[in-house]
C-alpha cells in the first residue's frame, strides 16, 4: 500500500484564493504597462521644416495592385497628383478652419480601422470647442471606396456630412446608386442635386486636393490626420490624442 506521505495534497481555498490573486494582479499590471503614456517620438518630415510625425498601429492600406491609388486623379485624364508647395499645405489641410487646435482627418469608408477611429474623433470634436475638424476622403481600399468618397463629398455640399458619413460608417454597405440615393434621401438631401454633384468639378476638386496634400506629407495608408503640425499615421488612443492636442495648444506659432 502507497504511503500517505506520498498522496498528492489537496488544494485548500485558500491557495486557490491566493493563485487567482497573483494572476489578476499580474494581469492587471500587464494591462497598466501595454497602456502607459508613452513619449511621443517625433520624426521630421523630408523636404516640410517645422513638420512632424508619428506612428501607430493599425492602419489600412492599398493591395499591391492598387498601391498608387491615392495619388492617381478623379478621372482618367487626370495625371497623377503632384505634391503641394508648402506654403499651400496649411490652406489645404485646414481650410481656414483654426479656432482652437486645427486638425484635418484623412479616411477611408472601407478601412477598417477607420469604422472605429473616425466616430471617436468625430465625438470628440463635437464634446468642446479646444479643436476645429477638417475631414478628407482619401479612398484607398478599392473603386467602392471613391464611390463613397464623392457621395460624402456631395453630401457635404448640402450640409448633410455628418449624418452621411455616420450612415455609411455605421453600415456593412456596398455604395450602389439605389442605396446611396436611400441614404441621401433619409439625411434630407435633395436626391437629384446630390446624385449630379456626385461627378461635378467641385467633388473631383476636392478629392484632389485632398490627394495633393497626402502626397506632401507622405501618407499612404489611412486613417491618418494632422494634429497642428503633426502627421499621424494610424489608429491614435483617445488619450494620446488628447495629450497631442495639448502639445500643439501650448505651441500658439506652430506651422500654419
Not at 488544494?11 to 504597462?33: K, N, P
Request: aromatic share 8%; net charge neutral; proline share 5%.
Amino acid at each position: 500500500m502507497a504511503s500517505d506521505s506520498k498522496k498528492p495534497k489537496k488544494t485548500s481555498r485558500r491557495d486557490l484564493l491566493i493563485g487567482t490573486a497573483a494572476v489578476l494582479a499580474v494581469g492587471g499590471g500587464w494591462q497598466v504597462y501595454v497602456r502607459r503614456p508613452r513619449e511621443f517620438d517625433f520624426q521630421p518630415i523630408d523636404g516640410l521644416p517645422g513638420w512632424r510625425q508619428l506612428s501607430f498601429t493599425g492602419l489600412s492600406r492599398p493591395s499591391a495592385g492598387v498601391a498608387g491609388a491615392a495619388f492617381i486623379g478623379v478621372d482618367a485624364e487626370t495625371d497623377q497628383v503632384q505634391p503641394l508647395a508648402p506654403e499651400r499645405l496649411c490652406r489645404t489641410l485646414f481650410e481656414g478652419n483654426t479656432d482652437g487646435v486645427p486638425v484635418a482627418v484623412f479616411s477611408d469608408f472601407f478601412c477598417p480601422y477607420c469604422r472605429t477611429f473616425t466616430p471617436k474623433i468625430a465625438e470628440r470634436a463635437a464634446a468642446g470647442n479646444d479643436i476645429s475638424l477638417t475631414w478628407h476622403e482619401l479612398p484607398l481600399i478599392s473603386p467602392s471606396s471613391e464611390i463613397a468618397a464623392r457621395a460624402a463629398i456631395a453630401a457635404d455640399m448640402q450640409g448633410g456630412y455628418e449624418a452621411f458619413q455616420s450612415t455609411l460608417l455605421q453600415s456593412n454597405f456596398r455604395p450602389t446608386m439605389g442605396f446611396l440615393r436611400d441614404v441621401a434621401a433619409k439625411a434630407g438631401l435633395s436626391v437629384g442635386s446630390f446624385l449630379f454633384d456626385m461627378d461635378s468639378g467641385v467633388v473631383r476638386s476636392r478629392l484632389s486636393r485632398s490627394r495633393a496634400a497626402a502626397r506632401t506629407l507622405g501618407i499612404y495608408g489611412t486613417p491618418a490626420m494632422v494634429v497642428g503640425r503633426t502627421m499621424v499615421m494610424g489608429e491614435m488612443s483617445e488619450g494620446d490624442f488628447d495629450r497631442l492636442i495639448a502639445l500643439e495648444a501650448a505651441d500658439a506659432a506652430g506651422v500654419c
